[in-house]
Structures are given as C-alpha cells and as structure tokens.
C-alpha cells in the first residue's frame, strides 16, 4: 500500500514567519509530487509542483525534495493570515503517469 | 475563460434515491478524475477516464458509475448502493503532454438523509 503521510497540525505560527510543512512517502518510485492549498470549503488549489531533488522557488514558497529520504517539504515565508489552510501532498508514482496518491493533509494557523 | 466547472455545488437527496454529479472541463485534457473528501481526510479516489469512451475504478468504486462520452464531460452518478454518501466530491482533469498537473473544479456537497 503506497502512502503518503502529513502532520495533521494544527501548525501554528506568527504573520511574518516561516511556515514550515513536511510530507514522507512510502514509495521509493515516485516521481512527481505536489503541493495543494485549501481552503475550508473549497476545492485544493494547486501551489507547487517539483520533481527533482533540491529546492524550487515560486515567490514566498519554497519546495524542498529529497529523495534519498522519501520526503518533501514546503516552505511559506514572510507567512499571511491569508495562508491559513489546509496544504494537501500529493505524489506520483513511477509508472501510473495518470494517479495521485494525496496525504490527509496538514492545517496551517497563522496568527496576526 | 479555462477551467473545470461542476454542479450544482449543493445537493440533497433522500437515501435510496440516486444522483448524478456533472464535471465539464474546457482545457482539452484528456484525463478526468473523481474523488471524495471526507471531513479531515484527504482525496480518495472514485474513477478516472484516460481517454473518452474509457475508464478505471479507483480506489472506493463501489456504489458509483461513471462515463466518457465526450472529452469534455466525465459525469459521476451516486448510486443507492452507496453506504455512505454523504460527502463533498471533487472532479479534477489532467493533460497528458509532460506535466502531468492535476487541476480542481470547485466541488459538489452532497448530503444525502
């Protein structure tokens, strides 16, 4: 059974600081992994994507892969109030170019 | 206007009784997907089409259809077979050139009583 796990949090931090999410995955054959924002009640958005090893910047998020160590971070600086919800992992595996396998999820707080 | 629409965004229906979920997308993907989401967990995978006229189970299949008539279209139907379906359920579509990017329409509550 291939899994992908978040913290379910809440991760609370202060408006301005680095918010800090991690994801681990079970299976060695990923690929392809993503990063979904969503809000309560709304559908997931999605905020990043990387695929190799190393960081990807896209203005204040940052996605860190490591492979080696099957897991995958996202990094939110200079955090909002307006980033205040649920970031959702989503990994690939080799071979199924067509299934996303999503973690639970992890609840992002931040505080003014 | 790009995206992936779905309706109606609520629905209620009495148990026993099926309904139909309608996904359309306009960004010429070919791949289509339905998840459900319960509260606090993540997606889990209902069906998914890689090309019209075609389609997989996914992971919680039983209880729903689905078909693929048209590129643009991937209807899900909520059948009464379904124990517990009661939940917000999302359509999502995919290009099959390279990226491989999952993109979400905005969703159906449904609740059934």
């Known amino acids: 059974q291939k899994e992908v796990e978040q913290n379910s949090g809440p991760l609370s931090v202060p408006e301005g600081a680095i918010a800090s999410l991690n994801c681990t995955y079970s299976d060695r054959g990923s690929q392809s992994f993503f990063w979904y924002r969503q809000y309560s009640g709304k559908s997931p958005e999605l905020i990043m994507s990387i695929y190799s090893n190393g960081d990807k910047e896209d203005g204040r998020f940052t996605a860190q892969l490591n492979k080696a160590s099957q897991y995958v971070s996202l990094l939110i600086r200079d955090s909002q109030p307006s980033d205040s919800a649920t970031y959702l992992c989503a990994v690939r595996s080799e071979g199924s170019s067509y299934k996303l396998i999503f973690g639970s999820g992890t609840r992002l707080l931040v505080r003014p | 206007d790009g995206g992936i629409t779905q309706s109606p965004k609520y629905l209620f229906r009495k148990e026993g009784q099926n309904v139909t979920l309608s996904c359309e997308q306009n960004?010429?993907?070919?791949?289509m997907y339905w998840y459900r989401q319960d509260p606090g967990q993540g997606l889990r995978l209902i069906y998914y089409?890689?090309?019209?006229?075609?389609?997989q189970k996914g992971d919680i299949a039983e209880g729903y259809s689905v078909s693929r008539e048209k590129k643009e279209s991937f209807p899900l139907t909520v059948t009464s077979a379904q124990k517990n379906p009661t939940a917000f359920y999302l359509c999502a579509s995919q290009s099959t050139g390279g990226i491989y990017e999952q993109y979400f329409g905005p969703g159906t509550r449904l609740t059934v009583t």
């Open positions: 960004l010429n993907h070919d791949a």
């Open positions: 089409s890689q090309i019209v006229n075609d389609f």
